[in-house]
């Protein structure tokens, strides 16, 4: 399915994912700056989240929206890689 995706498909569900992403609320949360949303595929790890001291990730309508399974995606890599695809 997400193969239908259009480059401006993507960017504007990654623009939504951003807008609802509850990362910044967070205590494993260091802000650098960066894109949020750290499961959408684009945009993956962060770079200065380092230590996992819980996670949001399953309280987030990005989690339900998009069905996601995994979790720490700041420090793990986004869905996808981490469900090795
Ligand atoms: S599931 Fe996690 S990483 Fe993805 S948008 Fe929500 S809080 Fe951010
Ligand atoms: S991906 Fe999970 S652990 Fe990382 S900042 Fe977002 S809510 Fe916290």
């Given at each position: 399915?997400?193969?239908?995706?259009?480059?401006?498909?993507m960017?504007?569900?990654?623009?939504?994912?951003?807008?609802?992403?509850v990362?910044?609320?967070?205590?494993s949360?260091?802000?650098?700056?960066e894109?949020?949303?750290?499961?959408f595929?684009?945009?993956g790890?962060?770079?200065?989240?380092?230590?996992?001291?819980g996670?949001?990730?399953?309280?987030?309508?990005?989690?339900?929206?998009?069905?996601?399974?995994?979790?720490?995606?700041?420090?793990?890599?986004?869905?996808k890689e981490?469900?090795?695809?």
């Open positions: 399915m997400e193969e239908e995706n259009t480059p401006e498909q960017e504007e569900k990654k623009k939504m994912a951003v807008s609802m992403c990362c910044r609320g967070c205590p949360f260091a802000d650098c700056g894109d949020i949303a750290f499961c595929p684009t945009i790890k962060s770079k200065c989240i380092k230590e996992e001291k996670c949001a990730c399953p309280s987030c309508p990005v989690y339900t929206k998009m069905s996601l399974k995994k979790d720490y995606y700041c420090t793990r890599a986004s869905e981490q469900m090795g695809m």
